[in-house]
């Protein structure tokens, strides 16, 4: 049975941390894992714990610890990912590492917040640190957190998030375990509280602020082997394809079609058990066991297809499918002339289009990481479509894969210094019916990076190239593509807009967004808001004026080599192949799983940066779509005519060299399971980041 410990962690300057160790039958020694997080393990999420004493089982001793000024640890929290936080935990790592019971290899895992500290630490290269799972989580604070989206400021979550860790914070540590003196620490907590959404107002560039905690410019140190795994419908998908190539150590990607949940409950499905797929990584890394997981498809995915919108559906049609590299070899670039598209919605077909920006348009695009009530999923698309720019390409003659990020380039002018554009691809079926696939938001003032915005100059021409977030989904034939399109402008405190009027000059999609500004600077305090906020937001104009049509490049498999499907993945306890699954109803689902009445610490209920609240809290959904102009698109694809065959029952799918996976049907998926959510900004592009200077 497992044994359950309290124990305070000393660190270098006197503070001590509070973690729970679950040990496991036996004398031992065992590997050590541990999970970081400052959502009070002892009160708030304390119905974790058997999630814990899972992994203990299967022979580790499980390290769940509050990070400094958290919980009934020690120290003030001053902000997320402080530095001094994560030296606390390189030095947790080897406290454990060191240990009578320890082997002296330890292991990092987490959901969110834990996965960014798995990620931290690991840049730091601790000697003991042999392996990390990252899940939801992200190599990018700036870009890829609860913070900023495409250069615009995330307006819910810095309202959602902040608001209640600035409450969690307040929290007196737990009487029971810190003993005497327990009321002297409150009153510190709370003296020195200060609400970490003051620096992230404060910093609207991608400086060194957000450079700390972020290891996307430092990914090849990590010598620790690395799982990471990720959700199509979750805001931290991107480290995927754009860290892969860049490891160094031995690295697999796991992403289904799940929202900032738990694995085994989120909406939409199919499902699976997360605790197996840890246990295999860990086994191999930490106590050395030949299971054969390094030798297996390094990249592995749900391969999401054509299904019909709904903001509560329980699962997308799909197959599970691997492939052996990052990009693919079968991948090949597809590049859509937006010439030859159909214009729709407020386009005009005669080259000169114009607009009127609305606030209202793109709600039913939905916030990212959102699963469920209240945020939930898309929805059909075409009210938005109505009052946006859309570009229809003619039905497909054979399915279209694709797997990446699709790209949109264009050539736009603007009146106003400050505007973002916005794109959504969708897949259109037969019956009208849009399903939103990816979308993409630029703050124009961002075009040539975050480090250094600059105004868009007065009605001159610039190329942009904007870039969607990750993504997989196959049109099946006799469906549309379609890209939604439309700009918006930003706020400036203290005064009117006047009337805004973009040209999009036929070559490339193109958008356009806001300008930078800094807060403004009280002498007394570190940071304060603008003084005061204009909200009237008049109408305003957008003209796309005819040219040379471009295109949208996405960058598709060969057709030459179909793909096929694989299995689930392993260790969980349905074994049948996805491929099965193509007669099922969506009342069903496609992937049973065995339920505990607690959630695990890999797949819980909660969502890891909120893990107890049932509210969204991350990547956010800019209110406008996008704006198309006679531009091109790019994307990744890959080929989606499949052969049948059976799974590998280990992997969701082996792949043949330069291939698709191995050993399965091209089949779709339907049913699902329950959700949780983690909460997503509502409109992005609300923020200071909008006000220029």
Known sequence: MTRRELVAIPMADGVELSATLFFPEGDGPWPAVMEALPYRKDDLTAAY????????????????????????????????????????LVAVVDHLATRDWSTGAVGMFGTSYGGFTSLQVAAERPPALKAIVPIFASDDRYTDDVHHFGGALKQLDVVDYPTYMVAMNALPPVPKIWGEGWREEWDRRVDALEPWVLPWIEHQRRDAYWRRGSVRESIEDIEAATMIVGGWADGYTNIAFRSFPRFRAPVRLLIGPWAHAATETSLPGPNIR??????????????????????????????QRSTVPDPLRREVRGVWRSEPGWPPARAVPTELALAKAEP???????????????????????????????????????????????????????????????RLQVRIASSVPV???????????????????????????????????????????????????????????????????????????????????????????????????????????RSSFPRRWNNAIPTNRV????????????????????????????????????????????????????????ASPSSRSGS??????????????????????????SWTTTAANATGGAGNGRSPGRCSEGGPPSGASDAAADGARTPETRNPGAMAGAGLDEVPR
């Open 344 to 406: 729709g919605g407020l386009a005009s077909a005669d080259g000169g289009d114009e607009l009127a920006i609305r606030g209202d348009v793109g709600a039913s695009a939905w916030i990212s990481c959102a699963g469920v009530m209240p945020w939930v999923q898309p929805a059909d698309q075409r009210p938005d479509e109505e009052r946006s720019l859309t570009y229809t390409w003619e039905p497909l003659e054979e399915e279209l894969e694709i797997l990446g990020h699709p």
């Open 274 to 303: 997360l605790n197996p797929e840890l246990v295999r990584w860990f086994d191999r890394w930490l106590k050395g066991i030949d299971n054969g997981i390094d030798r297996e498809p390094p990249i592995v995915v749900f391969a």
């Open 49 to 88: 714990r058997p999630g814990y004493a899972e992994l203990a089982d299967a022979g580790y001793v499980v390290c769940w610890l509050d990070v400094r000024g958290t919980g009934s640890s020690g120290g003030i929290a001053t902000d997320e990912y402080s530095d001094a936080e994560r030296a606390d």
């Open 608 to 633: 890891p940066k909120r893990p107890f609240v049932r509210s969204p809290a991350c990547g956010s959904t800019p209110t406008a779509t996008p704006t198309g102009s006679r531009s091109s698109w």
């Open 419 to 525: 505007a973002y554009l916005s794109a959504k691809v969708c897949d259109v079926f037969p019956d009208g019916s849009s399903s939103l696939v990816v979308r993409g938001l630029l703050n124009l003032t961002h075009r040539d990076g975050s480090e250094h915005p600059t105004p868009m100059p007065y009605d001159a021409v610039e190329e942009i190239d904007l870039e969607l977030e990750a993504c997989s989904w196959t049109f099946e034939e006799g469906h549309r593509i379609r890209l939604i399109s439309q700009p918006r402008i930003g706020r400036t405190p203290g005064r009117r807009r006047s009337p805004v009027c973009f040209r999009s000059i036929a070559t490339r999609a193109s958008s356009s967004s806001p300008c930078w500004r800094e807060p403004h600077r009280s002498p007394t305090r």
């Open 543 to 598: 003209t796309e004026t005819g040219g040379a049509a471009t295109s949208m490049r996405l960058t598709t498999s060969s057709a030459q080599r179909p793909a096929t499907a694989g299995s689930l993945p392993a260790g969980n306890t349905d074994r049948r192949s996805l491929s099965d699954t193509r007669a099922w109803s969506g009342s069903r689902r496609a992937i049973p799983v065995a339920r505990s009445p607690t």
